[in-house]
């Protein structure tokens, strides 16, 4: 990994800690992790090798707006490292739980000529009744990084609490794309409080994709979330 890489994820995540105490006073979560691939929508960004990660939120007093950066470790078209920058509300309607946000990726240091940034629109809707969890998903991309154009991804998940740090969770989703093989994914897991700060998530990923290469490969991955 290129050290320089690394300077401008770190640097965003230590001023957003140094922000003065009146700011703090809403509130602040750090989360920093680690796995053994970094998947996203069931597809691997680090060609099936481990990875690092940290995110730093704002959250209003209320909960509703919230904000920051993030950054985590990937393997793509010369680049080791993607940071983001972004924000979103969570508001509440019948019952359900929303959250809808935007962020803007970079992939730093990519090789010359590849595009190397993207906008990307997440909206969530969840519902828990006792035990039981639900969650609908549809993400989309204009413009996505390297050769992939715009790209659509719906899921839906469900998840059940078998205690206070025992959870169960599947989730199934299609991700159509310009440019670039679709496919469906899925994955299926259990997540595991160690103590109140450290989460332990492993998890199943697969695809329908017949693509060469470790990205669209299924795979057992691990991966831990300290959270402060």
Known sequence: MRLNALRLPLALLAASLALPAAAHAQSWDVTLGAGTDNRSKDASKSNGEAFVSGEAQWNSADGFFYAGPAFETVKSNGSNIEVEIGGGIRPQWAGFDFDLNAVHKWRLDSN?????????????????????????????SPDGTGSVKQWTWVSARAGWDFNDKLNASAELGYRDQTNAVSYTGYNVGVSYLLTQELELDVRWHGTDAD?????????????????F
């Open 112 to 140: 010359p000529g590849v595009d190397d940034d993207a906008w990307e629109f997440t909206a969530d809707m969840k519902r828990s009744i006792g035990p039981a969890s639900a969650r609908l998903r549809l993400q989309h």
């Open 211 to 227: 693509e060469p290469g470790e990205q669209y490969k299924d795979a057992l991955v691990a991966t831990v979330a300290y959270m």
